[in-house]
Nanobody, 125 residues
Framework: VQLAESGGGFVQAWASLRLSCTGSGRTLSMYAMGWFRQPPGKEREFVASISWGGGRTYYADPVKGRSTIPRDNAKNTVYLQMNNLKSEDTAVYYC???????????????????WGQGTQVTVSS
């Protein structure tokens, strides 16, 4: 499967941003999907995930309450809506496809079967 991300860019603090990730080559409706990010000089970290049918979502504490992760299985697409952006949100954001349809807890990087190429988000304060 190939994942194409879009929606990154340079934004001001407190702005909103929506990232999109569309898969091709394979239907993704059977898998949980998610987003990770890698801030400058740091390890890749979990941001949010959603189960195959959308009934279960997880969010990392730094984005909880100001982010949502909807998906549209008909379009093979997952989104990440982020509001009230902070400078700490600056990172390369990676779309992910999980090895399973859902999990009992948030995924880690070793749970991921496919990654997108990443899209840069820079938040200026």
């Amino acid at each position: 499967v190939q994942l194409a991300e879009s929606g990154g860019g340079f934004v001001q603090a407190w702005a909103s941003l929506r990232l999109s990730c569309t898969g091709s080559g394979r239907t993704l409706s059977m898998y949980a999907m998610g987003w990770f990010r890698q801030p400058p000089g740091k390890e890749r970290e979990f941001v949010a995930s959603i189960s195959w049918g959308g009934g279960r979502t997880y969010y990392a504490d730094p984005v909880k309450g100001r982010s949502t992760i909807p998906r549209d299985n008909a379009k093979n697409t997952v989104y990440l809506q982020m509001n009230n952006l902070k400078s700490e949100d600056t990172a390369v954001y990676y779309c992910s496809v999980d090895s399973f349809a859902y999990r009992q807890e948030e995924p880690v990087t070793t749970d991921i079967r496919s990654w997108g190429q990443g899209t840069q988000v820079t938040v200026s304060s």
